[in-house]
């Protein structure tokens, strides 16, 4: 959806939102702020503070989301403290809003020199721990990596029918080079890259305060998963990778070893089926491998 319908939509509903803001806001009271990889989210200037209004994406179907599940698990981590709590809930789902949470990602905190990376570590490997003990629902979405392949493979060969006799057999290649073997189950986040981290510093460059924002990926699954995809999105050395483990808590180095390479994967499939990638770059996982 083009970005002068959603601030049409957004100027319309205003007056159903809990006390944001007291006059029919103007398209001056929005400023875009920047993409993630899913959705496009808003900064709202209201009355008192600011707020982030996210926009769903209209292919959760295809990217198997479940907002049902994403808002729920995402009242339990924000009572845990772990995340900024939302505060509305479009009665479709088309946005979600929540207060805005001053500080820096984890993106942006990487390009300070002053940042205390071995500290924010040791304090995400808790943030980890906490999540992956928390009990579990029932109702939540579980991942079962083939199934879950599959779907977006469906979707790839769909898009690709003239190319799928090649497409099939790379898709068997790669399913028994990236075979899941059996593992306990825990709550994930599934999406823990450096743009979803936000972190609070004071002025002595003392962080204070850590979020994991954007829960729309999470579901039961493989704790070595969360771990991998955190792994894979941050510049730590032997070193940091050590104490961030050593932080988190004994795991197998070969099952993280085989999470990496599954999520390198599943990740892959994602950008493909989101146009961008090229079904092409799913053959240098192969190559990676062989290497």
């Known amino acids: 959806m083009p970005a002068i319908d959603e601030l049409e939509v957004l100027a319309k509903d205003w007056s159903g939102w809990p006390n944001l803001i007291s006059r029919p ?49 995402h009242d339990l981590v924000s009572q845990e403290g772990l995340c900024p709590s939302f505060i509305y809930r479009h009665p479709s789902d088309k946005y979600w809003i929540r207060p805005f949470q001053s500080g820096l990602t984890l993106s942006h905190a990487l390009t300070n020199e002053t940042f205390d990376l071995e500290n924010f570590i040791r304090q995400a490997a808790v943030i980890f721990r906490k999540i992956h003990s928390m009990p579990l629902s029932s109702s939540w979405p579980r991942i079962n990596f083939k199934e879950r392949t599959d779907h977006y493979w469906n979707q790839l060969l769909e898009h690709h029918a003239s190319d799928e006799q090649r ?26 890259n450096a743009k979803n981290w936000i972190i609070e510093s004071d002025t002595s460059h003392e962080i204070h305060n850590i979020s994991l924002i954007d829960w729309e990926y999470a579901a039961v699954a493989n704790p070595m998963w969360d771990l991998a995809v955190f792994l894979d999105h941050l510049p730590l050395n032997e070193e940091q990778e050590a104490c961030f483990l050593k932080a988190y808590g004994p795991i197998s180095f070969k099952a993280l070893s085989e999470a990496k390479q599954q999520m390198q994967y599943l990740s892959q499939l994602w950008f493909v089926i989101q146009q961008q990638a090229k079904p092409e ?10 290497s």
């Open 25 to 73: 806001p103007s398209f001056d009271d929005f400023q875009f702020l920047d993409n993630g990889l899913t959705n496009n989210n808003w900064l709202l200037h209201g009355d008192q503070q600011r707020y982030v209004i996210r926009m769903n994406a209209a292919n959760a179907k295809a990217l198997y989301l479940n907002r049902e599940a994403e808002w729920h698990i």
């Open 167 to 192: 497409l099939i057999k790379l898709k068997e290649q790669l399913d028994n080079t990236f075979q899941v073997k059996p593992f306990s189950a825990v709550l994930c986040h599934m999406d823990a």
């Open 281 to 290: 770059s799913l053959e240098s996982l192969l190559k990676s491998e062989r």
